[in-house]
């Protein structure tokens, strides 16, 4: 079993639709990253959390902890938020994450 | 602009070339990484230097060789590589253990 798993692995919406992309990981954790990765292969951090809710913007990242669940949820979705969503869990006081497959998700105008 | 930069962006070798990818963060941080990222796979971390000094080593094979001269910047030596190998290579930066800014990265292709 994958220490990091996310669905949907692939996601298409329509502009405005609100998006969820799960994230269920085995082991326990002292944060959860959430990044992004456009077309051509950039990453963006868009969320550090080890408890409750975090919210920019548009974007709104959740953890349970008791649950090894975190959910990041887009509003308003627009087609320039079409990318590679990845959840990477970080364990302890360690430097190293553990990445998720990611979430493609397509948002058509 | 990340404040994390990578050259080159592309780069194309045989296997009996030797090269080095560069990193540069002008962000302040204090740990600096190396990610591989194969076509389909999840990111893979290679090494990360704290403060200078290499705290993980995720069972890299030697002809990946990485280089931390000072904060601000990280080399990833190259040689005798298989194609195998080709992927994108990203590099990173953190203050401590936070959250990491990540550079453009370099698309390694090995013929």
């Known amino acids: 079993k994958n220490e990091v798993e996310q669905s949907p692995q692939n996601l298409t919406a329509q502009e405005g639709e609100f998006i969820t992309i799960n994230c269920s990981y085995s082991?326990?954790?002292?944060?959860l990253h959430w990044l992004q990765q456009h077309p051509g292969g950039g990453i963006v951090s868009l969320f550090m959390?080890?408890?409750g809710k975090k919210k920019h913007g548009r974007l709104i990242a959740t953890i349970n902890i008791q649950e090894k669940h975190s959910s990041l949820h887009i509003t308003a979705s627009h087609p320039r938020d079409s990318a590679v969503y990845i959840c990477?869990?970080?364990?302890?006081?360690?430097?190293?994450?553990?990445f998720g497959k990611g979430t493609l998700l397509t948002v058509n105008p | 602009e990340t404040g994390v930069t990578q050259t080159p962006r592309h780069l194309v070798m045989g296997m009996t070339n030797k090269k080095s990818l560069k990193c540069e963060q002008h962000l302040g941080h204090n740990a600096m990484y190396w990610y591989k990222q194969s076509a389909k796979k999840p990111l893979e971390l290679m090494f990360v230097y704290s403060l200078e000094e290499r705290v993980e080593n995720n069972s890299v094979p030697s002809r990946f060789s990485p280089e931390c001269p000072n904060s601000s910047h990280l080399f990833l030596h190259l040689h005798t590589l298989q194609p195998e190998d080709s992927a994108l290579y990203l590099c990173?930066?953190?203050?401590?253990?936070?959250?990491?800014?990540f550079g453009p990265g370099t698309r390694l292709t090995v013929t």
């Open positions: 959390l080890s408890s």
């Open positions: 990173a930066s953190s203050r401590d253990r936070v959250e990491q800014y």
């Open positions: 082991v326990g954790i002292s944060a």
């Open positions: 990477a869990p970080q364990r302890g006081s360690n430097y190293k994450l553990t």
